[in-house]
Structures are given as C-alpha cells and as structure tokens.
C-alpha cells in the first residue's frame, strides 16, 4: 500500500459537555446546529451526541475519558457579517460576541460554550 492509497478525511472534534440542557441551549438554539443522534449505552450512562451546521460536524460528550473541557476549535464560515448580526440580534443571555480582523487575514467570530471550549468562526479577508 503506497501513500497515494493513503486520503485523509474530515475530521469531528469530541467537545466536552456537563450538562445537555445547556448545552442545547448553546449549540442548537444560539449557534443553529442541528442534533443529528444522541446515544448513552443505558438510560443512567453519559450521553454522547453529534451536531452539525453544513460541513461542520461536532461530537459532544459528557463522558470524562473522551476529552478535556476548555478545547479550541476553528470553523471556517461563509458570510460571517450575516453569521455575527444574527448571533447578535438573539441577545442570547451568555454571549454577546464580537466581530474582529485579525492581523493574519480573516474576521473572526470567537464564542466560548459553557464548558470552557472555545469556538472561532472564521472568513479569510478576500485579497483587494
């Protein structure tokens, strides 16, 4: 098997989570992904569940074994303007983000979940 056999995939960060209320809450009504599964292997287990919005798939997770609170992820958007006025006009109570253009060529929207992990939503700066 050579390396031209060899493709790398997307990949789905595991995020954790303490507390699914809040975490719906966050991912679901603020941000607008969409709860594709949930899973817990009994009623009383953790749950894991996937999200996704477009391209973006993200795990959440409140078994302790599967990853660290306080996580960054980086998720490229397309119009990011539009993005940051909707986040704003829900004047969701646990965050009020802010638009900025970084010094290395995008805008960036940059939330934190109430698990510490950090999300920044990003769109390259087109080149005048």
Same mark, same amino acid.
């Given at each position: 098997?050579?390396?031209?056999?060899?493709?790398?995939?997307?990949?789905?960060?595991?995020?954790?989570?303490?507390?699914?209320?809040?975490?719906?809450?966050?991912?679901?009504?603020?941000?607008?992904?969409?709860?594709?599964?949930?899973?817990?292997? &009994?009623?009383?287990?953790?749950?894991?569940?996937?999200?996704?919005?477009?391209?973006? *798939?993200?795990?959440?997770?409140?078994?302790?074994?599967?990853?660290?609170?306080?996580?960054?992820?980086?998720?490229?958007?397309?119009?990011? &303007?539009?993005?940051?006025?909707?986040?704003?006009?829900?004047?969701?109570?646990?965050?009020?983000?802010?638009? &900025?253009?970084?010094?290395?060529?995008?805008? &960036?929207?940059? *939330?934190?979940?109430?698990?510490?992990?950090?999300?920044?939503?990003?769109?390259?700066?087109?080149?005048?």
């Amino acid at each position: 098997m050579g390396s031209s056999d060899i493709r790398i995939k997307a990949t789905t960060p595991i995020l954790r989570m303490f507390d699914i209320d809040k975490a719906k809450q966050f991912y679901i009504e603020f941000l607008e992904f969409q709860l594709d599964w949930e899973h817990r292997f &009994e009623p009383d287990l953790p749950l894991y569940m996937q999200i996704s919005s477009g391209e973006c *798939v993200l795990h959440l997770s409140e078994h302790h074994g599967d990853c660290s609170p306080g996580a960054a992820v980086r998720i490229e958007v397309s119009g990011i &303007e539009t993005l940051h006025a909707k986040l704003l006009a829900k004047a969701f109570k646990y965050a009020r983000p802010g638009l &900025e253009q970084m010094p290395w060529g995008t805008k &960036e929207i940059r *939330v934190t979940d109430p698990f510490g992990n950090r999300l920044s939503f990003y769109e390259a700066i087109a080149s005048e």
